[in-house]
């Protein structure tokens, strides 16, 4: 069997398992199996909605850190969870009857980045969150012969956005500094209008969850272009990195109307995750939990 067909079949088998039942008592789901990249968008795109899938079925602990990769975080409205305090914080917040779609799936050097709209049962602080379908992003990364999320954010949140809270984690002083740089620099050049170095920035396979939902590339150049922005103000940055992907959450405080909208300039969580290192890192994915009141 070609290759190309051998990836497809091995995507689309996955995605035919049954997803969502919980795991065993006492045993950890291993991660996908990786394998050769799909030969099309349709393979690409039936790969995504079989991992995602696959994430929302985790709902212990063991099973969900199993799937990560050692930079992963989480971020939503609460804030950042590295890798230890996300899965207590996704095993708490639960994941009954997931319903995954509007999957878009692309790829940015060896990392995938998926987003997609996901109706699900989830609570927060014991109340439970809006039912509706909203925004979520992953990027996933074959690690030991499997796929790994590297990254992961949602924008199910109340109606009212909670101010955040401080990070879950400290992390490594000289990293997060690092990564604060790469934010503030990355998000100076869109305020300052420098949109030939911004669109530099910017992977062609990258993907974006705001408040107007899923964003690629095009989207965000155009938006740059269009949008004014406040000078951003980064705090309590968190970064880790696994190979040549750097995950960075920040609260951000950045102000922007675009066209009649305005987003206010309160603090809110954000992640970029970057691919590369220098001046050569590209932006391959971003959640902003900034939205209009």
């Given at each position: 069997m070609p290759a190309a067909s051998l990836a497809l079949f091995a995507a689309l088998s996955l995605a035919s398992a049954p997803q969502g039942a919980p795991p065993a008592s006492g045993s950890v789901p291993p991660p996908p199996a990786a394998a050769a990249w799909p030969a099309d968008d349709a393979g690409l795109s039936s790969l995504a909605t079989s991992l995602v899938n696959d994430w929302m079925s985790r709902t212990t602990v063991p099973a969900l850190e199993a799937a990560m990769l050692p930079c992963f975080q989480f971020v939503s409205f609460h804030?950042?969870?590295d890798r230890a305090a996300a899965a207590q914080q996704l095993a708490a917040m639960g994941a009954g009857s997931p319903k995954v779609s509007d999957?878009?799936?692309?790829r940015a050097g060896d990392a995938l980045v998926v987003t997609c709209l996901l109706r699900v049962v989830e609570t927060a602080g014991g109340k439970p969150l809006p039912g509706d379908a909203s925004p979520r992003i992953g990027v996933w990364q074959q690690s030991d012969g499997a796929w790994?999320?590297?990254?992961?954010?949602?924008?199910?949140?109340p109606a009212s956005r909670p101010a955040p809270g401080a990070p879950a984690f400290?992390?490594?002083?000289?990293?997060?500094?690092?990564?604060a740089t790469m934010i503030s620099r990355f998000l100076g050049d869109q305020h300052a209008k420098r949109l030939e170095a911004f669109g530099k920035s910017l992977a062609d396979g990258m993907q974006v969850i705001n408040f107007k939902g899923q964003k690629v590339r095009k989207d965000i150049v155009r938006g740059a272009e269009a949008a004014t922005i406040d000078?951003?103000?980064?705090?309590?940055?968190?970064?880790?990195?696994?190979?040549d992907l750097t995950v960075v959450t920040c609260t951000l405080t950045m102000g922007q109307k675009v066209g009649w909208t305005t987003?206010?300039?309160?603090?809110?969580?954000?992640m970029a995750v970057f691919q590369g290192t220098g001046d050569a890192a590209k932006v391959i994915a971003m959640a902003n939990t900034n939205k209009p009141k």
């Open positions: 804030g950042s969870f999957v878009v799936a692309t790994k999320l590297a990254a992961w954010a949602s924008l199910n949140m400290a992390g490594d002083a000289a990293l997060n500094a690092e990564g000078e951003p103000k980064v705090a309590d940055a968190r970064a880790t990195r696994s190979g987003l206010p300039a309160d603090p809110a969580p954000f």
